[in-house]
């Protein structure tokens, strides 16, 4: 059964930095395209960052520039890093297959 798994929220200020991780088990993060979506309060889920294959990444205009992402195959994990975080990037963070399966999520939220 594919399984995701997000970790690494938490409060940071604004201007600092975040790393999250995507932790997958029974299929391979390098075959599959992934997003990472968050979802505000009382918002939509925003599409922020996709890995197309390895070595091929999209960025939302909202977080290009200052997010990137981080693909372990040895690990099958796709980390996040998030960079110069506003207080508009709060939210709760999924890694997310194109059929939909994803994790918990993890809770960032970007306050003073």
């Known amino acids: 059964e594919a399984q995701l798994v997000e970790s690494g929220g938490g409060l940071v200020q604004p201007g600092g930095s975040r790393r999250l991780s995507c932790a997958a088990s029974g299929f391979a993060l390098k075959t599959e395209t992934i997003n990472w979506v968050r979802q505000a309060p009382g918002k939509g889920p925003e599409h922020i960052a996709t890995?197309?294959?390895?070595?091929?990444?999209t960025f939302a205009d909202s977080v290009k520039g200052r997010f990137s992402m981080f693909l372990d195959s040895e690990r099958n994990t796709l980390d996040l890093e998030m960079n110069n975080l506003k207080p508009e990037d709060t939210g709760v963070y999924y890694c997310?297959?194109?059929?939909?399966?994803r994790g918990q999520g993890t809770q960032v939220t970007i306050s003073s």
């Open positions: 890995l197309i294959t390895p070595g091929i990444t």
């Open positions: 997310e297959r194109m059929d939909g399966t």
